[in-house]
């Protein structure tokens, strides 16, 4: 069983950076992709980021490309989001996800982490 702990929300302003973690606990391989969701008030679940453990390729929704990075510590079983210049409709509840194949799909993932709240103001 694999289960992933969030960290590092918060409020903060237009243009402001922040860090997003997921620790990853229980089995995993280095084809697995691991990544982000976000969900605004009254939306949809939207992709944010992807990444293998394996490193090397990475994947983005057009919103945040160019403002965010995901990036992963193996030794710490840890995948990171660093979010620079966020805008308020970055505004959101953060889940980190993890599944064997990688998806734009929420339905793609089968682990998913509780959320942090993640509150841009302008």
């Known amino acids: 069983q694999v289960q992933l702990v969030e960290s590092g929300g918060g409020s903060v302003q237009t243009g402001d950076s922040m860090r997003l973690s997921c620790l990853t606990t229980?089995?995993?391989?280095?084809?697995?992709?691991v990544g982000w969701f976000r969900q605004a008030p009254g939306k949809e679940r939207e992709f944010v980021a992807a990444?293998?453990?394996?490193?090397?390729?990475?994947a983005y929704a057009d919103t945040v490309k160019g403002r965010f990075t995901i990036s992963i510590d193996n030794a710490k079983k840890t995948m990171y989001l660093d979010m620079n210049n966020v805008k308020p409709e970055d505004t959101a509840v953060y889940y980190c996800?993890?599944?064997?194949?990688?998806?734009?799909?929420?339905?793609?993932?089968?682990?998913w982490g509780q959320g942090t709240q993640v509150t841009v103001s302008s």
């Open positions: 229980g089995r995993t391989f280095d084809n697995d992709v």
């Open positions: 996800v993890t599944a064997n194949f990688f998806s734009e799909q929420p339905s793609g993932y089968n682990y």
């Open positions: 990444i293998r453990w394996s490193g090397g390729s990475t």
